[in-house]
């Protein structure tokens, strides 16, 4: 079947199984057989495109084809379509004139005049009619009657297609009078028995002609195509014809406008598609075609008609409310419409239930109370065609509905409640609800989606509103900034504030956006900024302020000065008494987190307090913003306890879930760390790179940025490369921050000790160190209360008389650096001649160390150094775990170290076979591993298991695992059996002693 026809009609995308029925019953017809077919969906589905194809296909048959039509202008023509459809028989002259028709002539003659004039045989002419003329005779019989009526259109049919067979199409029948239907049924019960096929089209909506169709599908006598919506490929093939490309040439964002504004339907995909081009939205070029970014697309005018007509035609309360619900927007709540026209809950469901009917709108299956339209250019025509008065009205009388049914408009009903106020002209009501529910979802947690509102309630506010009610608004602005991580956009509203003029707007509401915006600016690692804000805060509060007040800016400046601890930690002790007792439970949870960060260098167990303190007050006053801030903060204080991340993975879910980005990526920060730390350098580069390809890369600060790249380079150190570390370093904005010094202590010493270099990575924890003192690192892995204790232990050469070495600082309890801390005692007790209690040590710091692995090799090839000097522990044993796990991870530097180490101590040391060849082919198809075939070839020197571990470098019971399975694989009986096999196998293959190819 031909797919091109009439440029006004849409392709035929996506109805190849509609074509298919459609052949086979044109090529049924041919061998006598009939059938009927029902054709339905909404208006613009692509029915006259399928009927097109079909009268086509009948004509290439040689077939003939009648057409007739339903019409909204002339329902009262009865039996119109009919009419239409046979009229065609008689316009080429070629009228059949079966003697089957003989009866049935009169009854024809209601259909076609031709057929109500007859001429009589061999009877006399009347008085003064001439010859040859015919008189209208009325023949005895029930012609009236809608059998009769029915047999003979299906005798006309057959004699119309004799030899050939006939296509009767009635389009839209969904305006055909009841006799039409009286036919049409007769027709489908009766047609099979002739070579016509009865093709019919119909609207989906509930009436006669749905009925009627149901009820023939049912009863078998006909075939019920009901068209569905065209999926996106669909679409996306319909607009590549129309545009004249392939379908993969049609962007992504191109085919998603088109399908979801359309629904799927063809003629509205096409119509919109016209219309973007039409309008410049959509543009094509050499480089094919795109959606111009901010243009705004109309609804196309035919579009726009043929959704008034299906709306008109339910009546015009049903209009009515539909408009109501437009003004809503695409989606929409039942219960608000019946409150705002006062129906009965019957009257406002028979409306939806006509309007779904009519394809206008669908039922919401997640909400049992909301409605949609079926795309959004339905609701954008009917609300177009209102004026703004009558929209504005409407969406008053929406709103004040709202607030009847819900008060206080909890919940999702107070942005809804906004929406509609902006919608009426009521700015200021607006705006005040905007903030209303932006303060609220802040406080719920949910920071994207209240920086949405409060902006909203801000661009809406005006000079001509009242300072403190614009003052209110900026303060939660600044605040979902903030916490969304949206840092400079904040900072950027400082200019806001000389626009507050009036009394009350100065003094304590100036004040917290002081606070706010020093908080901002401690954010963006400006600290000179941010006290000079708070310096701006304590004069707009003057010498007499109340603790009330000044308590946040004593936070603040706490943060601000956290380089000097001292004076830190007295603002945080001050800022936690007056917020506390002040009854000010926001400001007490900031002024606990300041004082717990404080507290984790000198007292984790303090810091735990504090956060504990935090989570508590957070709990008590329903404060789930700052609950998950406590969590964040609880979460990291394990992880570097005790290495457990599990509490970190959920508070990040969390996070994710309620939309509080900045909680998110603090998270995957010490979640990134975490990998790297694991010598999981895979995973840390996926977590830190998705900032960089995904839409929460535009919502970091500049410490957030700056924690990511300090990722990457500590990363990077970790595998021995130093370009990404030297780079971070070298970049000014870098310098003089806690992530400077964390990549100085935690990347760069651990990198100078996998080049072997460990006077290099003496003098890096010295300058971390002294870092460290100018910008305190995030985390107190900076090396000083870890790494450094080791490395000074492992230098200081002075006699055994010394004592154990000075005790570490609150930051040596953390895992990360307990494990260097015992290491470093183990180094001083075996120097001191105290073997066992060196070693225990070491089994403590290798348990700390399970979760690092290589950092707990790196230990480990330090230790046994000095073990080996000292004699005690198993310097051997720890010798050859590091050097299997550095030479597997391309360290060259530490494993060559660990080999000379232990030719130093008298051992085997380890030989890495890279060129001994691949298995050989008889010994591959046997299924020999190449672990298996270095086994294999020092059989033949019979050795036992313990002396082919000890080649090998792996344990006996592995040996044995590897024998027994060369056994079963080479299909020997024994022991022996392999043995003698591998000698004959050497002389095949030319080995030498002990498995060494010959030369």
């Not at 480089?287 to 299906?310: D, K, Q, T, W, Y």
């Not at 979802?441 to 209240?450: E, K, P, R």
């Not at 999981?680 to 940025?705: I, K």
């Not at 591959?924 to 294999?936: A, D, F, K, N, S």
């Amino acid at each position: 079947m031909a797919t091109t026809g009439k440029n006004d009609l849409s392709i035929c995308v996506g109805r190849e199984g509609e074509l298919g029925v459609l052949e086979e019953a044109l090529g049924r017809a041919l061998q006598g057989h009939g059938s009927t077919v029902l054709l339905t969906g909404e208006d613009g589905a692509g029915k006259s495109r399928l009927v097109w194809e079909a009268m086509e296909a009948a004509r290439i048959r040689d077939m003939r084809v009648l057409l007739g039509r339903g019409s909204a202008i002339s329902p009262a023509v009865p039996l119109r379509a009919l009419r239409e459809a046979l009229a065609c028989l008689l316009r080429d002259g070629a009228a059949p004139d079966s003697p089957a028709l003989g009866p049935y002539r009169a009854a024809l003659g209601r259909l076609v005049p031709e057929y109500a004039y007859v001429r009589p045989a061999k009877r006399k002419r009347p008085l003064g009619m001439g010859e040859g003329e015919a008189s209208a005779v009325c023949l005895p019989g029930p012609q009236d009657s809608p059998v009769v009526l029915a047999e003979s259109v299906l005798r006309l049919l057959a004699a119309a297609g004799k030899g050939a067979g006939t296509l009767l199409v009635l389009e839209d029948l969904h305006y055909a009078d009841p006799p039409t239907l009286a036919v049409v049924e007769y027709l489908a019960d009766n047609i099979a028995a002739q070579g016509t096929v009865l093709l019919v089209t119909f609207r989906s909506d509930p009436g006669a002609p749905w009925d009627l169709a149901r009820d023939l599908a049912q009863r078998h006598t006909a075939t019920l195509l009901t068209l569905r919506g065209l999926s996106r490929n669909e679409v996306a093939r319909l607009a590549a014809y129309r545009l004249g490309v392939g379908s993969d040439e049609v962007p992504h964002d191109v085919v998603g406008r088109l399908h979801g504004d359309s629904g799927g339907n063809p003629f509205v995909a096409e119509e919109l598609l016209r219309t973007l081009l039409a309008t410049g939205g959509l543009v094509t070029g050499p480089r094919g075609c795109r959606l111009v970014a901010g243009a705004r697309c109309p609804v196309p005018l035919a579009v726009e008609h043929s959704i008034a007509r299906r709306a008109a035609r339910l009546g015009p309360e049903a209009h009515r409310l539909l408009s109501a619900a437009a003004v809503i927007g695409e989606r929409f709540p039942a219960s608000v419409l019946r409150q705002a026209w006062g129906l009965s809950e019957a009257q406002l469901f028979a409306r939806l239930r006509a309007a779904g009917a009519a394809g206008l709108i669908v039922a919401d299956r997640h909400a049992c109370d909301w409605y949609g339209f079926r795309n959004a250019l339905t609701a954008a025509a009917l609300s177009g065609q209102l004026t703004p008065a009558d929209r504005a009205a409407l969406a008053r009388r929406t709103a004040e509905a709202v607030a009847e049914l819900y008060p206080g408009l909890p919940g999702r009903w107070c942005p809804f409640a906004a929406e509609l106020r902006l919608s009426a002209g009521d700015r200021p009501g607006a705006a005040s609800l905007f903030a209303t529910a932006g303060r609220r979802a802040l406080s719920q947690g949910h920071v994207v989606l209240s920086v949405g509102l409060l902006e909203r309630a801000w661009e809406l506010l005006g000079a001509a509103d009242e300072p403190r009610v614009r003052s209110d608004v900026l303060d939660e602005l600044l605040a979902a900034l903030a916490e969304s991580g949206q840092t400079a956009r904040g900072l950027r509203l400082a200019c806001a504030l000389d626009e507050l003029d009036g009394p009350e707007a100065r003094g304590v509401p100036a004040a917290r956006l002081h606070a706010r915006l020093a908080g901002l600016a401690h954010a963006e690692g400006r600290t000179v900024a941010g006290l000079a804000q708070v310096e701006s805060g304590r004069r707009a509060l003057g010498p007499q302020a109340q603790d009330r007040h000044t308590a946040a800016l004593d936070a603040v400046e706490a943060q601000l000065v956290g380089h000097a601890p001292l004076r830190a930690g007295r603002l945080a002790e001050l800022a936690t008494d007056k917020a506390e007792r002040t009854r000010q439970p926001v400001v007490a949870c900031r002024a606990w987190r300041i004082r717990g960060q404080l507290c984790l260098r000198q007292d984790p167990r303090e810091a735990l307090r504090c956060f504990t303190r935090m989570h508590v007050l957070a709990q008590s006053h329903e404060l789930p913003l700052w609950r998950m801030h406590a969590t964040l903060q609880l979460a990291g204080l394990y992880w570097l306890m005790d290495g457990d991340r599990d509490a970190l993975r959920r508070v990040r879910r969390q996070a994710r879930y309620v939309g509080a980005p900045g909680v998110g990526t603090s998270a995957d920060l010490m979640l990134a760390l975490d990998h790297v730390l694991r010598g999981a350098y895979a995973d840390a580069g996926r977590l830190t790179d998705a900032y960089r390809t995904s839409a929460e890369g535009a919502g970091l600060t500049r410490g957030d940025a700056r924690g990511l790249a300090a990722v990457r380079a500590i990363c990077a150190a970790h595998q021995g490369v130093r370009g990404p570390l030297e780079e971070f370093l070298d970049t000014s904005p870098n310098m003089g921050t806690g992530w400077a010094s964390l990549a100085h202590g935690l990347g760069g010493a651990v990198c100078a000790l996998l080049e072997e270099d460990r006077e290099l990575a003496r003098l890096v924890l010295e300058r971390a160190k002294a870092e460290d003192a100018i910008g305190p690192a995030p985390f107190p892995l900076t090396g000083q209360d870890g790494l450094a204790l080791l490395l000074e232990a492992l230098a200081d050469g002075t006699g055994p008389d010394l004592p154990d070495g000075p005790e570490p600082g609150g930051a040596g309890l953390l895992r990360w650096n307990r494990q260097f801390v015992l290491l470093a005692r183990a180094v001083r007790l075996g120097r001191r001649g105290r073997g066992e209690e060196a070693a225990d040590a070491v089994a403590a710091a290798g348990v700390l160390a399970q979760p690092y692995p290589p950092a707990a090799h790196l230990g480990l090839r330090l230790v046994a150094e000095a073990a080996l000097a000292d004699g005690w522990g198993e310097p051997v044993h720890w010798l050859r775990g590091a050097e299997q796990y550095f030479h597997a991870a391309g360290a060259g530097a530490v494993a060559v170290a660990c080999r000379g180490l232990l030719r130093r101590a008298g051992a085997v040391v380890p030989h890495h076979r890279t060129a001994d060849g691949p298995v050989p082919q008889p010994l591959r198809l046997l299924g020999v591993t190449p672990r298996e075939y270095e086994v294999l070839r020092l059989l033949a020197d019979r050795l036992d298991n313990r002396a082919l571990a000890e080649r090998l470098f792996i344990s006996p019971r592995t040996v044995e695992k590897h024998v027994a399975s060369l056994i079963s694989k080479t299909d020997q009986p024994n022991r022996a059996a392999i043995n003698a096999y591998a000698a004959r196998i050497r002389l095949v293959e030319g080995w030498g002693s002990s498995g060494q190819a010959m030369r």
